[in-house]
């Protein structure tokens, strides 16, 4: 990599630092649910064209898509994408800090604020270096990466990949574990599948004391869940990463009340497609006969969710060996599997792809939660390294 480029991208992202502070700020105090981003949308779109980038909204409702070409590049050459996701949580924020959520129940705690406020700074430097870049980048603002079913197989089916095609594309998230200045990714796989499994059990009410008058869909529901776990433990190849978790089991009886209806709430997460299909199989079957075995009924939904997120390995090696040239080896790190989910995951179905986090621990400054918290923050120096990371991956 050329020294001067590299001193140049470094004294960009020092001179649009405040800048880019106030875009995540404003995103920030302005947080809007998945597949409700509009005015997200909006305030993207004017910061775009401020910087002269041209670029499309309402890309899958509430996606954006902007393209960097130099004076150099025709029309239909293929080019580098880079992604950010755009919505929040449904969480209530409890920071006391100048930008914190100005909409109720509603928070950005997982950092798609700080990945947006990264894209649009990444956007005016490779904008002012666009003459110097031998590949065109496509930026992609995705709606909808927390709710199924994923703001990317949406805005894939927006044909956000083509016109021109995207033949590699890279996107950062945040990582509270690390300090600021500090990267990792993984080359293959890296996570998970995620579905979510809705299983409604029901019965016949009655009273607590006439048990043999009732059908008891607390009990079935019971079993189920009980039955269901050895899915993952006998029918799993243990080399295969699989979870199967229930987080809700609603059943209002009372002391003397047996409930008509339970309702459990669950997620099935893995990394083989083949074990995926034949296991939420298994599930919605073996719960259905569980339940008639007991005289009663199960009705079992399965939403599927996103795919299992596999990085492409060379891809991802010239990422790692850019950064730690830029970094130091002593500040990129190669991450372990995790069985959380990412939507980025439908891009690396259809092209090679590198995702990778950045640090944004600051413990003397007590910014040590953890994403999807109430008191999630970042360190903002962090915003330099995710701009740096993000003009570095296209050149």
């Given at each position: 990599?050329?020294?001067?480029?590299?001193?140049?991208?470094?004294?960009?992202?020092?001179?649009?630092?405040?800048?880019?502070?106030?875009?995540?700020?404003?995103?920030?105090?302005?947080?809007?649910?998945?597949?409700?981003?509009?005015?997200?949308?909006?305030?993207?779109?004017?910061?775009?064209?401020?910087?002269?980038?041209?670029?499309?909204?309402?890309?899958?409702?509430?996606?954006?898509?902007?393209?960097?070409?130099?004076?150099?590049?025709?029309?239909?050459?293929?080019?580098?994408?880079?992604?950010?996701?755009?919505?929040?949580?449904?969480?209530?924020?409890?920071?006391?800090?100048?930008?914190?959520?100005?909409?109720?129940?509603?928070?950005?705690?997982?950092?798609?604020?700080?990945?947006?406020?990264?894209?649009?700074?990444?956007?005016?430097?490779?904008?002012?270096?666009?003459?110097?870049?031998?590949?065109?980048?496509?930026?992609?603002?995705?709606?909808?990466?927390?709710?199924?079913?994923?703001?990317?197989?949406?805005?894939?089916?927006?044909?956000?990949?083509?016109?021109?095609?995207?033949?590699?594309?890279?996107?950062?998230?945040?990582?509270?574990?690390?300090?600021?200045?500090?990267?990792?990714?993984?080359?293959?796989?890296?996570?998970?599948?995620?579905?979510?499994?809705?299983?409604?059990?029901?019965?016949?009410?009655?009273?607590?004391?006439?048990?043999?008058?009732?059908?008891?869909?607390?009990?079935?529901?019971?079993?189920?869940?009980?039955?269901?776990?050895?899915?993952?433990?006998?029918?799993?190849?243990?080399?295969?990463?699989?979870?199967?978790?229930?987080?809700?089991?609603?059943?209002?009886?009372?002391?003397?009340?047996?409930?008509?209806?339970?309702?459990?709430?669950?997620?099935?997460?893995?990394?083989?497609?083949?074990?995926?299909?034949?296991?939420?199989?298994?599930?919605?079957?073996?719960?259905?006969?569980?339940?008639?075995?007991?005289?009663?009924?199960?009705?079992?939904?399965?939403?599927?969710?996103?795919?299992?997120?596999?990085?492409?390995?060379?891809?991802?090696?010239?990422?790692?060996?850019?950064?730690?040239?830029?970094?130091?080896?002593?500040?990129?790190?190669?991450?372990?599997?995790?069985?959380?989910?990412?939507?980025?995951?439908?891009?690396?179905?259809?092209?090679?792809?590198?995702?990778?986090?950045?640090?944004?621990?600051?413990?003397?400054?007590?910014i040590v939660h953890g994403v999807h918290n109430s008191?999630?923050?970042?360190?903002?120096?962090?915003?330099?390294?995710?701009?740096?990371?993000?003009?570095?991956?296209?050149?």
């Amino acid at each position: 990599m050329d020294q001067n480029i590299r001193e140049s991208i470094i004294q960009q992202s020092e001179e649009l630092f405040e800048k880019v502070v106030g875009y995540r700020q404003h995103l920030h105090k302005n947080p809007e649910l998945s597949y409700q981003e509009f005015e997200t949308m909006k305030y993207i779109s004017e910061q775009l064209t401020k910087i002269g980038v041209p670029h499309e909204t309402g890309v899958a409702e509430t996606g954006i898509v902007g393209i960097i070409r130099g004076d150099h590049h025709s029309k239909d050459q293929a080019c580098i994408g880079l992604r950010a996701d755009i919505d929040a949580l449904p969480i209530t924020e409890q920071n006391n800090v100048p930008y914190i959520s100005q909409n109720p129940g509603v928070m950005h705690a997982c950092g798609h604020d700080v990945h947006s406020s990264v894209l649009l700074g990444a956007a005016e430097i490779l904008f002012n270096m666009r003459n110097e870049l031998k590949d065109p980048v496509k930026l992609i603002f995705q709606p909808g990466e927390e709710k199924n079913p994923g703001g990317a197989s949406l805005m894939i089916k927006a044909g956000c990949l083509k016109n021109p095609e995207v033949k590699e594309m890279y996107a950062l998230h945040v990582f509270p574990d690390f300090a600021v200045g500090q990267v990792g990714t993984k080359e293959g796989l890296y996570m998970a599948s995620c579905d979510e499994v809705y299983i409604d059990i029901i019965g016949k009410s009655g009273h607590g004391a006439t048990p043999h008058e009732t059908i008891d869909s607390i009990l079935v529901g019971a079993e189920i869940v009980l039955s269901l776990q050895q899915i993952v433990s006998r029918k799993c190849d243990p080399k295969i990463p699989c979870v199967l978790n229930f987080g809700h089991f609603e059943g209002l009886g009372t002391t003397n009340v047996v409930p008509e209806k339970v309702h459990i709430k669950g997620t099935f997460r893995t990394m083989n497609e083949e074990w995926r299909a034949k296991a939420l199989k298994q599930i919605v079957k073996q719960a259905e006969l569980i339940a008639e075995a007991h005289g009663a009924k199960a009705i079992v939904e399965i939403s599927k969710g996103y795919p299992f997120l596999e990085n492409d390995v060379e891809l991802t090696r010239k990422f790692v060996s850019k950064a730690n040239k830029w970094l130091g080896e002593e500040n990129v790190h190669d991450l372990p599997i995790r069985l959380t989910a990412e939507d980025f995951s439908f891009y690396a179905q259809e092209i090679p792809t590198c995702f990778f986090r950045i640090g944004v621990r600051n413990e003397e400054k007590g910014i040590v939660h953890g994403v999807h918290n109430s008191r999630f923050d970042i360190d903002h120096e962090a915003l330099k390294t995710g701009m740096q990371m993000m003009v570095m991956a296209c050149i």
